[in-house]
């Protein structure tokens, strides 16, 4: 049974950081590209960023690309996504999630293509 379990949301000023981390188990984590994904009340879930199984290749949202970098550590089937440069529009529940298994690369921007989810971490961004 697939699990994803995010912790390290919380309360930040504008201009600080966090560290999100994402505990997966019940698959073959190392064969699996990861992302992460916020929701904000009223609006679209939107892809945030995303890493190749081999952790190598990664990918990030326009409105994030620079500020956040996303890792792996395959040794602890985990993801990480640190946060720096934080702003008030980045407040959201934010998720890890992973695609099929007939699609175990897929790390891209459209989060209907995931197959499975964590039940969220709160990061809000507030002075």
């Known amino acids: 049974q697939v699990q994803l379990v995010e912790s390290g949301g919380g309360l930040a000023h504008p201009g600080g950081s966090l560290r999100l981390s994402c505990a997966a188990s019940g698959f073959t984590f190392t064969n699996y590209g990861m992302s992460w994904a916020r929701q904000t009340p009223g609006r679209d879930l939107e892809w945030v960023s995303g890493?190749?199984?081999?952790?190598?290749?990664?990918y990030y949202s326009a409105s994030v690309k620079g500020r956040f970098t996303i890792s792996r550590d395959n040794a602890k089937n985990t993801i990480y996504l640190k946060m720096n440069s934080l702003k008030p529009e980045d407040t959201a529940l934010y998720y890890c999630a992973k695609p099929p298994p007939f699609e175990t690369d897929y790390v891209g921007d459209d989060p209907t293509r995931f197959s499975s989810w964590g039940q969220g971490t709160q990061v809000t961004v507030s002075s």
């Open positions: 890493i190749s199984a081999d952790g190598i290749n990664t």
